[in-house]
């Protein structure tokens, strides 16, 4: 299943930033600009998630967080704090308010993304499962194995990410482009045809002796792992 993350935060071009790694990472991404919209939308629906900036419009993300800690509702909402504050009152004023976590501007987002996981992890633990499994395919994040009808698959570091990366997110349709940067990173300045030679091997290595091919092909739009492979027809 798929985490979702509210984002409040007021800084257009860091909420994007946001959204696109999240995303990226297969977290369901939702973002509002002020914490008097961001309390209305958190009585409607809670998400599993939520990333607060600390000084916003129409209501400050301190008292956002104190109102969500006193609602039954949202006790438990997993909260990361963000701020440009970074003198250790202020941390501590965070916390005590009821934040999980608390991150300083300007930040590393991948240092985010790994408290956003760990938090996740705690919380929600089925939401980061160690094991993937769909049809006769499983994965093993911790011991880095993969299996087909229970024989071992062996497969490179490239393609087991590649797989890892499909299998979190079943029948959704990526381009070469959002498989590079979900998969290499974004940093990374390779070719897109790069991606038709790893997704070529891991086709050979999981079908190898098997009949069906999990891995769908979209003409012009790029790859699946078919969310009906292991289900009857």
Known sequence: MTANILIVEDEEPLTELLRYNLEAEG?????????????????????????????????????????LRARPQTQGLPIIMLTARGEESERVRGLATGA?????????????LARIRALLRRASPERVATLLMIGDLELDREK??????GRPVELGPTEFRLLEFLME?????????QLLDGVWGSDVYIDERTVDVHVGRLRKALNRGQGTDPIRTVRGAGYALDDRFGKAS
Request: aromatic fraction near 8%.
């Open 27 to 67: 977290y369901g991404v939702d973002a509002v600009a002020r914490g008097d919209d961001a309390e209305t939308r958190l009585r409607e629906t809670a998400p599993d998630l939520l990333v607060l900036d600390w000084m916003l419009p129409g209501l400050s993300g301190i008292e956002l967080c104190r109102r």
């Open 100 to 112: 999980d976590d608390y991150i300083v501007k300007p930040f590393s987002v991948p240092e985010l």
């Open 144 to 149: 880095k194995r993969v299996s087909r009808t």
């Open 169 to 177: 997110r079943p029948g959704r349709v990526f381009s070469r482009e």
